[in-house]
């Protein structure tokens, strides 16, 4: 064992430069792997908690709005109360749905008010032109699809208003995003191996001569190349430590100290998602200080 650790001692001063390279080279990727999975972190928490807070809303006709000539709506007819009772009826028997909720005018003219208690537009609106409508909460706030088709197509229904049409292309901007990262870190993590490939083959090539005496005296496979995976193992330790304080530093000063004060209406991650991340970042590093090397060493040393 003492022989094999002074070699790979004698390896790593002797390469220092390229396994100082390895090791910045690891830690850029590795970070980026990290960096990636906080960013899917908080993408899965956004839109958890926006999606959670879905509400479909359902606005029936006035005899004001109904000969505009828009949804389902009779000329110059409001929504009768048997069409609101198909409506309800219709809502309530959908499985995806969990709770109908109905506002009168009245109640959402009241709200309309509030909202706009200081604003000179609420003497513009009177409670004839507001909608009485139904707010429908799902059970999963992605299956909305069959309900929102459904809502359209009963009769007394104006319109209907439903904010998937604006968060479906924010996630999925967001998710190409994670994505995009993720494809970046795995095009450096590639460019490390080959990197710690290339070191091990100059490396063994400048200890051809001490490895062919080893072979010829009979040392073992793994004693021959276990040097070589101590020396890759250092340089991703490094990486992997480097790799945790930025991810560390990124929770801290970036969404901690910056963000979560600035925007608080956000649902941030906190330090449990960055453990998370560093671990991965530790079993990527393990992972790429050990396989390149073992799966080089059957190439270049021929052992």
Not at 198 to 203: G, H, P
Not at 252 to 272: C, H, R, Y
Request: glycine fraction near 6%; charge should be neutral; hydrophobic fraction near 50%.
């Amino acid at each position: 064992m003492r022989h094999i650790l002074s070699e790979t001692w004698s390896g790593l001063v002797r390469n220092r430069a390229m396994a100082f390279s390895v090791m910045v080279t690891m830690w850029v990727s590795l970070s980026l792997f990290g960096i990636s999975v906080l960013v899917a972190e908080q993408v899965d928490a956004l839109q958890s908690r926006w999606y959670g807070k879905i509400e479909i809303s359902i606005f029936l006709c006035t005899e004001l709005s109904s000969g505009l000539g828009v949804g389902n709506c009779e000329p110059g007819q409001a929504t009768t109360p048997a069409q609101k009772e198909l409506v309800r009826n219709r809502l309530e028997a959908n499985p995806d749905v969990s709770e109908v909720i109905y506002e009168s005018q009245q109640e959402r003219y009241e709200a309309f008010l509030e909202t706009y208690k200081d604003s000179p537009i609420q003497d513009t609106i009177t409670v004839d032109n507001i909608q009485d409508a139904f707010r429908v909460k799902l059970k999963n706030p992605e299956n909305y699809e069959g309900v929102l088709a459904e809502a359209k197509t009963l009769p007394g229904v104006q319109n209907v208003s439903d904010v998937h049409q604006i968060l479906d292309p924010l996630f999925s901007a967001l998710n190409a995003l994670v994505w995009g990262a993720r494809g970046l870190a795995a095009l450096l993590i590639f460019a490390a191996a080959v990197q710690i490939s290339n070191t091990i083959k100059l490396s063994a090539f400048t200890r051809r001569k001490e490895l062919g005496i080893m072979r010829l005296v009979g040392a073992s496979s793994g004693y021959i190349t276990l040097p070589f995976v101590l020396e890759s193992l250092v340089s991703a330790i490094g990486a992997i430590i480097f790799s945790g304080l930025t991810v560390a530093a990124l929770m801290q000063f970036v969404i901690i100290d910056k963000a979560k004060p600035s925007i608080q209406t956000l649902e941030w991650i906190g330090w449990g998602s960055a453990w998370t991340a560093i671990l991965w970042i530790a079993v990527a590093g393990v992972a790429l200080g050990t396989i390149p090397p073992l799966l080089s060493t059957r190439r270049y040393l021929n052992v």
